[in-house]
């Protein structure tokens, strides 16, 4: 099941987490959000990401909460569909 989700906070940390030596890369951002400080992990894709996107960054996600992976298996996740920072 997809939710769709609006995230506004800090960025905290970038990491990658899955390579494929293209612009496909999946990356992390972790984010701490400005309602709850809560902190949340955003999957995008390195065409999202530029060198501006550093921790102390304000950030909004436009995404989705699922609760698959990428092959069906069950996980909890937020893929993002666009990132304004």
Avoid at 17 to 31: A, C, P, Q, S, Y
Avoid at 57 to 70: P, R
């Amino acid at each position: 099941m997809e939710n769709k989700v609006i995230i506004q906070g800090e960025v905290m940390e970038v990491t990658m987490l899955k390579e494929t030596g293209r612009m496909l890369d999946i990356f992390g951002v972790k984010i701490r959000k400005a309602e709850d400080g809560m902190e949340v992990t955003v999957e995008c894709e390195a065409s999202e990401l530029d060198k501006r996107l550093l921790p102390g960054t304000k950030i909004a996600v436009l995404g989705y909460h699922t609760d698959k992976d990428e092959d069906g298996k069950p996980a909890d996740r937020i893929v993002a569909k666009t990132l304004n920072y």
